[in-house]
Nanobody, 127 residues
């Protein structure tokens, strides 16, 4: 059974940094692309960042480019999201997700590409 457990969220002021972690278990973590999504109250879940199974390729939403960095440590079965220069509009519940396809991920920014999700970690940025 695949489990994804996020941690690292919190309440911070605008301009601060946070690092989210997502620990995976239940299948060979290193063989799958991973992503972070977020969902604010009353809004749809939106793509934040993606990293390929080897960590070579990454992709980001325009709204976080230059501020957020996704990385992974396959030896620790963990994916990270370093978030710098946080803004109030970054406030959301952040989810990590594991791709449904082995190795390659065709549409990394599409929710339907992922079949395993964590429970989420709350990030709140005050102005």
């Amino acid at each position: 059974q695949v489990q994804l457990v996020e941690s690292g969220g919190g309440l911070v002021q605008a301009g601060a940094s946070l690092r989210l972690s997502c620990a995976a278990s239940g299948r060979t973590f290193a063989n799958y692309g991973m992503a972070w999504f977020r969902q604010a109250p009353g809004k749809e879940r939106e793509f934040v960042a993606y990293i390929s199974w080897k960590g070579v390729n990454t992709d980001y939403a325009d709204s976080v480019k230059g501020r957020f960095t996704i990385s992974r440590d396959n030896a620790k079965n963990t994916v990270y999201l370093q978030m710098n220069s946080l803004k109030p509009e970054d406030t959301a519940l952040y989810y990590c997700a594991s791709s449904r396809t082995l190795y390659s991920t065709t549409w990394p920014n599409n929710v339907s590409q992922y079949n395993y999700w964590g429970q989420g970690t709350q990030v709140t940025v005050s102005s």
